[in-house]
């Protein structure tokens, strides 16, 4: 209930699937904080679930304007950031045929870009010791069809929690990832229409190993371990949440 008893976080994209999932564990665990979303009809629901010591602010992680502006308030409410979650992205399609200079330029600044720049603006109101959480995809260890822009935009978060660990050791800020396998949250509805969703969760659940999709809750008890003390000793590491859908062969 309390290992994470006065801590101060700020979670991108927490007004929705696994960003929500690892807000409620989080306050379940005794943190306070804010989420960051666009849509101010999700940031006022997830606000409202969460409740007492959440606050939600309405930024584009894709400008290094309003991530400044993000970290700013919540520093200002809060008095500090002790945890850090860049998680906000989205999955995009199209294969090296087809994807257009623009689409590239989306891809690479939702997923990527965004999450140097979230971390970055962070920092100066980051307490010393503070534990910091990138949210890779398994996408980036195995190429599906049409993913492999999404793919490779992971694999270069993944890589950057080792090469941030690095540059804040001074700090003894510690960077961490967890790369998701299928997850049940709302990102489905941007690939299928409504009356599909749940005949391919149904699809996906008889591919996992584990014989069902991860839920925001799976990657939200990772995330309190990486947020708190427990994972003290670990500096750069990847935690895969996938249900053994990336290296178990079924
Ligand atoms: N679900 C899966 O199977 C899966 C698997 C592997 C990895 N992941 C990764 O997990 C993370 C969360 O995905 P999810 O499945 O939970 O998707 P989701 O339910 O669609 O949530 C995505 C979140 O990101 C926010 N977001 C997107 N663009 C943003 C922007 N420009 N500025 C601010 N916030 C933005 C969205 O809020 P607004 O729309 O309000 O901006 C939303 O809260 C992503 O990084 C995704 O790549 C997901």
Redesign the pocket.
């Known amino acids: 209930m309390s290992k994470l008893k006065n801590k101060v976080a700020v979670i ?10 690892i807000a409620e564990a989080f306050k379940n665990a005794g943190a306070s904080g804010a989420i ?4 101010q009809e ?2 006022k629901r997830a606000a409202s679930q969460l409740g007492d010591g959440f606050i939600a602010i309405n ?4 400008n290094p304007g ?1 991530l400044e502006r993000m970290m700013r308030n919540t520093s200002e409410q809060f008095g500090k950031i002790d945890i850090l979650v860049a ?5 995009t399609t199209g294969t090296v045929a087809d994807i257009s200079e623009s689409d590239y330029d989306k891809t690479m600044d ?2 990527l870009k ?1 999450v140097y720049f979230t971390v970055q603006k962070a920092l100066p109101y980051m307490a010393d010791g503070s534990s910091i959480i990138l ?5 980036a260890h195995r190429a599906y069809p049409s993913f492999g822009l ?1 793919g490779a935009a ?1 694999a270069a978060v993944i890589f950057l929690a080792k090469s941030f660990s690095n540059d804040l050791l001074d700090r003894k800020i510690r960077v961490n990832v967890i ?12 690939f299928v229409p409504a009356e599909q969703i749940e005949a391919l969760k149904t699809h996906f659940a008889g591919t996992m190993p584990i014989g069902r ?2 839920q ?1 809750s799976d ?1 939200g008890k990772t995330a309190v371990f990486l947020a708190s003390d427990d994972s003290s000793f670990l500096l750069g590491a990847e935690l895969l949440v996938d249900g053994g859908m990336t290296y178990l062969a079924k």
């Open positions: 991108t994209g927490g007004n929705s699937g696994i960003g929500f999932g960051v979303g666009r849509n999700t940031l930024g584009d992680v894709t309003d998680n906000a992205g989205a999955g939702l997923n965004s949210i890779g995809s398994n996408a999404y992971k790369t998701p396998g299928t997850t049940d949250t709302p990102a489905f509805d941007k999709i991860g925001p990657i």
